[in-house]
């Protein structure tokens, strides 16, 4: 992220709350994420916008918390020639066939798993 920051004609904006399985407040997370779709939307309309990452963006459809068909439309409606970049987990089928490249990354061992919390650098 300060990388990103610091260079000319980067946009950057956080979305959400911090991790899903830490929520105490599944309404405020719905809106957080409404709240960043909004600003995606915003960019995904812009023709000047080349790229646009969605990071993590699969949890919003696993947690309800956007519509996938309005996604969906949105995406299917941007400019020609931007491209865009969505991950996370559990990907929903109907955006891998919307999509023109699908990557799947497996998690083969992860110190998560052995009890070590995440890590800011390298988790996040």
């Not at 991790?19 to 105490?24: I, K, L, R, V, Y």
Request: negative net charge; charged residues 25%.
């Amino acid at each position: 992220e300060a990388f990103f920051r610091r260079q000319p004609g980067v946009h950057w904006h956080v979305g959400g709350e911090g991790f899903t399985w830490e929520t105490q407040d599944k309404d405020r997370d719905a809106r957080a994420a409404q709240a960043a779709w909004d600003v995606a939307c915003a960019h995904l309309s812009d023709p000047a916008i080349g790229l646009v990452v969605l990071d993590e963006m699969t949890y919003a459809f696993k947690y309800g918390w956007l519509e996938l068909d309005a996604v969906l439309a949105t995406l299917a409606n941007r400019p020609a020639m931007q491209h865009v970049i969505i991950t996370g987990r559990q990907c929903h089928r109907q955006l891998r066939e919307l999509a023109d490249t699908v990557s799947d990354i497996d998690s083969v061992k992860h110190a998560f798993d052995a009890g070590i919390k995440v890590q800011k650098g390298i988790d996040y």
